[in-house]
């Protein structure tokens, strides 16, 4: 819905508002014509049922109001002598209509000082209960988000496991755009799996004033904007096109703003023919041909900082129940010409208890040459031992096209140089050009875009260039050969940045493989993002402070009790 059309809504609110409450209006001593002044309606309204003015403020605030209109259509009841369960109960299902109902029908009083008090201890528990989602969505919306990371894209500089609180205030908090919405949850409801959302009516875009703008290699959580399914890991029977505010959360670095030129050359990165210069803490990976004549132990791999690499097993299985127990840990198997079965697993391999309990005899193979993901830094180390013969980074050179934007000879590690947008920026459009920003001028900026042979027109006329509306952002995963980043979907708008992430408070390892799995991360625990140097945990400081608040409590009642003996 456009600004005019809220206008509108809010103006035909009033309206019935004004309609449907002015006799009580009269009641409590005020004038008729004040029901119908907007906003000015509701002040008077708050005076006239003794609550805080700031409520008016809150009635303008998505998802927030949802829970404060229904409390405001009961405190005008109970004003008017109308405190019944009853009278409550439709005041809510009616959507505030029955205060209508009873403004024509029903002669009452107005108790200008009733007890405001709850009337019984239900609506005590859903008072309560609705103060603290509204405080608790404001946070949420407007000022910090928790998130989880979920996958390996930003692999050594952010865990999987790791529970981040993210600034909404830092880049400037978005005004969520879909109004009519469950608080704190995403876009599915938890349980049930359910949308948590109606799409229409919709708000337009809009954002508060930021603290700072978005700096190169900076971190940032975004809405996917190639978001088109109904379950992040799962395969969709169809295309699900979603609000921006509701496209699922990713967090990757924004390696060039708007304005850049970006390009790839060899999977080092170039921002306006400079080679890009990462923060001390940002530990890009890339893939390395591992090589060693007496077999590439899994050891190795892992004492020297891999995360990601294929271990092979070879086993011979008799029955059911050994595939069945086996197959949660297995990404891969084949048959062997002498009846074995080799099996290839995830860094983590097979549980020790799952091969003594079901009677297997397992041998881990150790090939000559293995594939896995290394820092620069850990490579180089590694490079240096006397285990490996050698060790070398993988570069691609064959042609991917799913690399953005399709119609290039590019891959993930050799691409560009790409232009980033840049809101009130013009560039050509031709039929070289537009593949790059063709998703731009439709589907993020909403034009009619057409293309005829050599032709392309917008908004129904010739266009030759075009000029951006808003800025852009070209987002990667530090762990360069496994994220889902701008290489496959290029790039993303200013309208779907979420916030910055600032702290990580809990970090879990094992955090998809089931509780039993779990192991806390006590290093990571209480430390910042960004910043210089290797991340403190600020833990057990925090751990001081809180046992140094409950020591000052317990001696200050102490005091208490004793001064009043």
């Known amino acids: 819905m456009e600004i005019s059309g809220w206008l509108l809504f809010i103006l035909l609110v009033q309206v019935i508002h004004g309609i449907g409450t002015w006799k009580l209006y009269v009641k409590a001593g005020r004038k008729a014509w004040e029901a119908f002044?907007?906003?000015?309606?509701?002040?008077?309204?708050?005076?006239?049922?003794?609550?805080?003015?700031?409520?008016?403020?809150?009635?303008?605030?998505?998802?927030?109001?949802?829970?404060?209109f229904p409390i405001i259509w009961i405190e005008t009841l109970r004003t008017f002598g109308k405190k019944s369960t009853l009278d409550m109960i439709l005041g809510v299902v009616t959507l505030g209509f029955y205060i209508a109902y009873v403004n024509y029908t029903q002669e009452v009083t107005y108790h200008a000082n009733r007890d405001l008090t709850p009337p019984n201890k239900t609506i005590d528990t859903l008072g309560s209960l609705s103060f603290a989602i509204v405080v608790a969505t404001l946070v949420h919306s407007y000022l910090i988000q928790p998130f989880v990371i979920p996958t390996s894209s930003l692999e050594k500089s952010l865990l999987v496991g790791d529970f981040l609180l993210v600034s909404k205030f830092h880049y400037g908090a978005r005004t969520p755009m879909t109004p009519i919405a469950a608080p704190m949850v995403h876009d599915t409801l938890p349980v049930i799996k359910t949308k948590s959302y109606l799409s229409e009516p919709s708000l337009p875009y809009f954002r508060f004033p930021a603290l700072q703008s978005i700096e190169r290699n900076d971190i940032v959580v975004f809405n996917w904007p190639a978001d088109t399914l109904f379950h992040m890991y799962k395969a969709a029977d169809k295309r699900y096109d979603k609000p921006i505010d509701k496209k699922t959360n990713y967090v990757k670095r924004c390696t060039a703003i708007p304005g850049d030129k970006i390009e790839i050359k060899d999977g080092i990165i170039f921002i306006n023919g400079k080679e890009s210069i990462l923060p001390e803490r940002a530990k890009p990976q890339y893939m390395h041909k591992i090589f060693s004549k007496n077999g590439v132990a899994t050891t190795t791999l892992l004492e020297n900082g891999s995360t990601e690499f294929t271990r092979k097993f070879i086993t011979t299985i008799y029955n059911q129940n050994q595939i069945e127990a086996l197959s949660p840990f297995v990404r891969g198997s084949f048959q062997n010409n002498d009846g074995t079965v080799t099996l290839l697993t995830d860094p983590k391999g097979i549980p020790n208890s799952v091969i003594s309990n079901n009677n297997?005899?397992?041998?881990?193979?150790?090939?000559?040459?293995?594939?896995?993901?290394?820092?620069?830094?850990?490579?180089?180390?590694?490079?240096?031992?006397?285990?490996?013969?050698?060790i070398v980074r993988i570069i691609h050179k064959d042609v991917e096209k799913t690399i953005f934007p399709g119609t290039k000879d590019w891959n993930v590690d050799n691409l560009g140089p790409i232009y980033i947008p840049q809101a009130g920026k013009t560039v050509e459009l031709n039929k070289e050009t537009l593949p790059f920003y063709k998703k731009v001028i439709s589907e993020y900026e909403g034009k009619d875009l057409k293309v005829n042979g050599n032709e392309i027109r917008i908004d129904g006329k010739v266009a030759t260039s075009y000029t951006f509306e808003q800025d852009y952002y070209w987002m990667m995963g530090d762990n360069r050969h496994n994220s889902l980043d701008s290489r496959y979907w290029g790039f993303v708008p200013a309208d779907h940045i979420v916030g910055k992430p600032i702290f990580i408070w809990m970090s879990i390892d094992g955090i998809n493989d089931g509780i039993k799995n779990w192991s806390i991360r006590w290093d990571r625990l209480?430390?910042?993002?960004?910043?210089?140097?290797?991340?403190?945990?600020?833990?057990?400081?925090?751990?001081?402070?809180?046992?140094?608040?409950?020591?000052?409590?317990?001696?200050?009642?102490?005091?208490?009790?004793k001064e009043e003996a």
């Open 360 to 390: 297997l005899s397992i041998t881990e193979v150790n090939d000559f040459e293995r594939e896995a993901n290394f820092t620069i830094e850990n490579a180089e180390n590694l490079r240096k031992k006397s285990i490996v013969d050698s």
């Open 526 to 561: 209480f430390t910042t993002v960004s910043g210089e140097g290797k991340p403190q945990s600020y833990f057990k400081y925090f751990l001081f402070a809180l046992a140094g608040y409950f020591a000052f409590d317990y001696f200050r009642n102490k005091k208490k009790k």
């Open 37 to 68: 002044v907007p906003v000015y309606n509701g002040i008077v309204l708050m005076q006239i049922i003794n609550r805080p003015k700031y409520w008016i403020l809150l009635l303008f605030i998505p998802v927030i109001n949802l829970f404060l």
